[in-house]
C-alpha cells in the first residue's frame, strides 16, 4: 500500500512487529526507517534494553521513526506502560529527508493501531525520559 501523499508503502513486517510490542510485549522499542520508498523495520529492542541504549541507537543525522513502550508507576503505585510513537527528526538530517519523513509520518501511525503518545523530537532533550514521565497523566 503507497501513501498517496509521499508514495511511501509500509512494509508488513513493520505492522506484525508493532502488534507483538503491543500483545505480547516482546520487545522494548521498534526503530523504522525508510529505504527504497518503504518504511521497514531497522531494528527491536529486547524488553530489557534501556531507555539509554535506545536513544544512543538513534543516528544523529538521519530521521527515523519509533515505536517506544515506556513502562511507569502511577501515583497510586499501579504498574503501567504507554506506547510512544517518536518523529525522530534531527536538525542535522538532510533536508529532503525531513520532508519524506514529515510527509509520510501520519499515513504510517495509521497503520499502528494502539499508539498512546506522539513525540516530534530534534534533538535527544525532547525525548528524554522526563518528557516521557510528563506525557503520562
Known sequence: MANAASGM?????CKLKFMELKAKRTFRTIVYKIEDKQVIVEK??????????????????ECRYCIYDFDFVTEE?????????????PDTAKVRDKMIYASSKDRFK?????????????????MGLDVFKS???
Open 110 to 126: 495509521r497503520e499502528l493501531d494502539g499508539i498512546q503518545v506522539e513525540l516530534q523530537a530534534t534533538d535527544p532533550t525532547e
Open 9 to 13: 508503502a509500509v512494509h508488513d513486517d
Open 44 to 61: 527491536l529492542g529486547e524488553p530489557e534494553q534501556s531507555y539509554d541504549d535506545f536513544a544512543a541507537s538513534l543516528p544523529d543525522n
Open 135 to 137: 506525557r503520562t497523566n
Open 77 to 89: 503505585n499501579c504498574q503501567k506502560s504507554k506506547i510512544f510513537f517518536i518523529a525522530w527528526s
